[in-house]
């Protein structure tokens, strides 16, 4: 996840502001590919923000709109920044499309242990108000401050049901994507109306396929 500012260190291509495009938002839970889909996103041209963490956000949250002021200027945000308001994004931006980024269970709960290891306090590096976003984060997404697997686990069900049940019969709005599985631009690009890029789709904190089993 990132901290300090709302670029990012995610690699992409400049997007390409020749045309109006729709908003972006990409609403799996953290560990499931969500930076490696910024990236993609970026070199389809969409410049999208991964887990902004600058103090306008940060307001946007606590003040519970989701009308986060950086989308004047970019075109979408990735990671657990708007998991809690994908139902607002929806209705605040007609048009917009949304990716459900998801990964097998076990492995995402293996994963989230090894991110959740370090402790929130010594991440001030990423910005002076990093920890208090991200436990204010933390706590919204997952009702919990420490890892626990059996909460995480239903936090992960729920959480993909719910976006399930949202976007019932919107095929054209929603898209489920298994990065970790191996899906990519094969099923990214068409949904937002582009073209397959002839290159690899970014692995950005992307597991071997050894890492990814017991």
Known sequence: MEGGHVTGGIPGAAPDRSRPRPK?????????????LTAALRTLGFDTVHYPSDPATYRTLLAGTGRFPLLADHDGITDISVVPYYEELDLDWPGAKFILTVREEQAWLR????????????????????????????????????????????????????????????????????????EGYERLAPFLGKQVPDQPFPNVNRPSPAQDRP
């Open 111 to 182: 994963s989230c242990a090894t991110h959740w290891a370090r402790p929130v306090d010594s991440k001030t590096d990423r910005g002076e108000g990093y920890p208090d976003m991200q436990r204010f984060l933390r706590a919204a997404v997952y009702g919990c401050l420490e890892f626990n697997p059996e909460r995480f686990a239903r936090v992960h069900r729920r959480h993909v049901e719910q976006v399930l049940h949202h976007f019932a019969g919107r095929d054209d709005d929603l898209l489920v994507l298994d990065i970790a599985g191996g």
């Open 24 to 36: 972006v938002f990409g609403i799996g839970l953290s560990r499931t590919g969500t930076r490696s």
